[in-house]
């Protein structure tokens, strides 16, 4: 019940195109879910987050999709560049304010020019 | 965002030796701050919760006495692995938790010869 399950595991996408980033977890008392970047040897970086009483949430090019039926939920890249080609993780966590993370598998994504 | 702090970046000790890892918020009070180690491509592995003023909250099947923190200061915390052994060889991730947002540090990237 503890899991997030993120998928595809890497994604290559061409540049200027919509890179779509699934995950789906089984425990309903996550109340928080955010989406971190990482690049190879540095630590994650938060690009967006999402509470559940709203299904969906853009910054910029970056919009999170929340599906709380279905319990997933996923981030959406318009127009990737390759400057976006990174290590994409997605979370989860329960409890006021953002407790400890439960983590995604992650998904390396590759934006070819 | 806020900014937290790791140091050193990377660090090479001599097995049997301890090496201690630095956590900091640099423009925010954590009260709370989360470690985690990473192994290449995989994902993020919560170690231990680190509470200021009282004793760390470790994982199940993270050993308290061989990775000990200590977060004395409501900008500091530290990792220390005791008795480093090739396998503890890996990149430690630290994280703070402002309001309801939690950022990551940089990491550290630990090699034990």
């Known amino acids: 019940q503890q899991q997030v399950k993120q998928s595809p595991q890497s994604l290559i996408v061409q540049k200027g195109g919509i890179s779509i980033i699934n995950c789906a977890y089984e425990n309903t008392a996550f109340d928080y879910f955010p989406w971190y970047q990482q690049f190879p040897g540095k630590g994650p970086a938060l690009l967006i987050a999402i509470r559940p009483d709203v299904s969906e949430k853009k910054e910029g090019r970056f919009t999170i999709s929340f599906n709380k039926s279905a319990k997933q939920f996923s981030l959406h890249i318009m127009d990737s560049q390759p400057g976006d080609s990174a290590t994409y993780f997605c979370?989860?966590?329960?409890?006021?304010?953002?407790?400890?993370?439960?983590f995604g598998q992650g998904t390396r994504l590759t934006i070819n020019p | 965002g806020a900014v937290v702090s790791q140091h050193p970046s990377w660090v090479i000790c001599k097995s049997g030796t301890s090496v201690k890892i630095e956590c900091r918020s640099l423009?925010?009070?954590?009260?709370?701050m989360f470690w985690y180690r990473q192994f290449p491509k995989q994902s993020l592995m919560l170690m231990a919760t680190?509470?200021?003023?009282?004793?760390?909250?470790?994982e199940q099947g993270v050993e308290k006495d061989k990775f000990l923190i200590n977060h004395a200061s409501l900008t500091l915390s530290t990792l220390t692995v005791t008795s480093a052994h090739p396998e503890d060889s890996s990149f430690y991730i630290c994280?703070?938790?402002?309001?309801?947002?939690?950022?990551f540090g940089e990491g550290s990237w630990l090699t034990v010869v």
């Open positions: 423009d925010f009070q954590a009260t709370t």
């Open positions: 680190s509470n200021e003023g009282s004793k760390a909250t470790y």
């Open positions: 994280s703070a938790r402002e309001g309801n947002t939690i950022y």
């Open positions: 979370a989860a966590s329960k409890g006021q304010g953002a407790q400890k993370l439960v």
